[in-house]
């Protein structure tokens, strides 16, 4: 049984709690919310629409004595960039692991969080991006960039319009996914700036979108997300992952990308040379 405490309840966070509440092999022992939350006080289950929880919603002033009474394997944060710096310093003091999904961390702050891993030897999963549809386009474009390398490249990205951060943290994660991909081609573009456009509008979700174009083609890659029960079935998956663990992780240690990959290709090349057996002799063979 993994002991899980929800830290930031607005509307992601209260929709991982929903799914939270349902796991057999999770239990979600509290609940912390900023200091002035009109939330503090009440039952979970009130803020959810789950019904009588028996877990108090607490706020984040008494956050030492809240994690040494629920004693929590991991906490997952969807509050602020900079209330989840302050509160991953009292989490890695005391051992506890921790998903971070809230986005709009400057470059420092994430340094300080891979710091704050390494000292306290706890582990800290990162992932503005937690949607795993989200990681597939990552991917996807990576290999993209790779390949055509000599393609212009544009991210467009939509959210609802109380999203604070603008560009959002997972355009801004797409947009060093193309830089490496470029990069690892080799390629004189590798220095190229991605642009990135952001709109505010309406209640979207969450649309990510990239544009590849080159003079002849061009290629769109798109991830939308209809609800946020995409993000608590990603936060799910991480907190399954980093249970346990130490070190500082992406989601895309958390969905093992690079193996899913790497078997793709070794599966493939095991099917061309089956399909080519016939036609090859046993030296051919070894060469591939």
Known sequence: ???????????????????????QD????????????DKKGKDLGEVTGYGSTGIIIESSDNLEQII????????????????????????????????????????????KLLVLASKHRNAIVYAPNITLGVNVLMLLTNL??????????QITEIHHKHKKDAPSGTAKKIATEIEKGIKASGSLNENKEIPITAVRAGGVVGKHEVMIIG????????HESFSRKAFALGALRA???????????????VLNLKKVLGDYLENENNSFKERYTIFLNKKELQIL
Do not use: H, W
């Open 144 to 153: 993209a960039s790779n390949i055509l390398n000599n393609y212009d490249f």
């Open 68 to 111: 040494f009474r629920s004693k929590p394997d991991v906490v997952v944060d969807f509050s602020s960039p900079e209330a989840a710096l302050k509160n991953a310093k009292v989490f890695s003091k005391m051992k506890v692991n921790i998903v971070i999904g809230t986005t709009g961390f400057s470059k420092i702050g994430l340094k």
């Open 239 to 253: 907190i399954r992952f980093v249970k346990g663990k130490i070190g500082y992780y992406e989601m895309s240690d």
């Open 215 to 222: 003079e002849d083609d061009k290629i769109e890659i798109s």
């Open 26 to 37: 999770i239990k979600l022992v509290s609940a912390i919310c900023s200091p002035n939350s």
């Open 1 to 23: 049984m993994i002991r899980v405490c929800i830290s930031g309840l607005g509307k992601t966070g209260r929709e991982i709690a929903k799914v939270l509440m349902e796991q």
